[in-house]
Antibody
Framework: EMQLVESGGGLVKPGGSLRLSCAAS????????MNWVRQAPGKGLEWVSY????????YYADSVQGRFTISRDNAKNSLYLQMNSLRAEDTAIYYC????????????????WGQGTMVTVSS | SYVLTQPPSVSVAPGKTARVTCGGN??????VHWYQQKSGQAPVLVIH???DRPSGIPERFSGSNSGNTATLTISRVEAGDEADYFC???????????FGGGTKLTVL
């Protein structure tokens, strides 16, 4: 069974940093692109960042560009999100999500999701 | 940036058909994916590439996409279908993935 398990969330003060991790199992992690998606309390889903299978291409939402860094360690089947200069508006559940292999010319959907880890930014 | 617009809520009686729309400029030229999120749970992919059902998703779930509107259709709605539904596309201009604001489906 394919599984993603996030960790590293918690309470942090504005301006602080946090590193999230996502442990993958049940599939060949190094074959797939991965994403971080977040959801503020009572709000919708917001895509945060994307990294290709080998880490060669990385994209960020405008809201986190320059503050967050996505990375992966294929030897450890793990995905990471380094979050710096955190703001109150970064408060959310952060989900790790696997991208499916895409139909040529498109991008695949997020076909496997973790249960999420809560990040609260507050003084 | 590309914007997807969904109605905040849709209500339907059990056994009837629910339609959740997702509006965007020429969204018919993009491939739309749909996710179901039940209360307190992670999202689940229910439709990808406009109209294809992933393994394990009931045939009652279907999708279409044309012009400026994509539609998720749920036939013979059950109480267990009550959830938030989100559409999502790839904005090729920015290389960003974009979600709609979500629609809360209430089963009366």
């Amino acid at each position: 069974e394919m599984q993603l398990v996030e960790s590293g969330g918690g309470l942090v003060k504005p301006g602080g940093s946090l590193r999230l991790s996502c442990a993958a199992s049940g599939f060949t992690f190094s074959d797939y692109s991965m994403n971080w998606v977040r959801q503020a309390p009572g709000k919708g889903l917001e895509w945060v960042s994307y990294i290709t299978s080998g880490g060669g291409y990385i994209y960020y939402a405008d809201s986190v560009q320059g503050r967050f860094t996505i990375s992966r360690d294929n030897a450890k089947n793990s995905l990471y999100l380094q979050m710096n200069s955190l703001r109150a508006e970064d408060t959310a559940i952060y989900y790790c999500a696997k991208s499916e292999i895409a139909v040529p010319g498109t991008l695949g959907a997020f076909d496997v999701w973790g249960q999420g880890t809560m990040v609260t930014v507050s003084s | 940036s590309y914007v997807l617009t969904q109605p905040p809520s849709v209500s339907v009686a059990p056994g009837k058909t629910a339609r959740v729309t997702c509006g965007g400029n020429n969204v018919g030229t993009k491939r739309v994916h749909w996710y179901q999120q039940k209360s307190g749970q992670a999202p689940v992919l229910v439709i990808h590439y406009d109209s294809d059902r992933p393994s394990g998703i009931p045939e009652r779930f279907s999708g279409s996409n044309s012009g400026n509107t994509a539609t998720l259709t749920i036939s013979r709605v059950e109480a267990g279908d009550e959830a938030d539904y989100f559409c999502q596309v790839w904005d090729t201009t920015s290389d960003h993935r974009v979600f709609g604001g979500g629609t809360k489906l209430t089963v009366l």
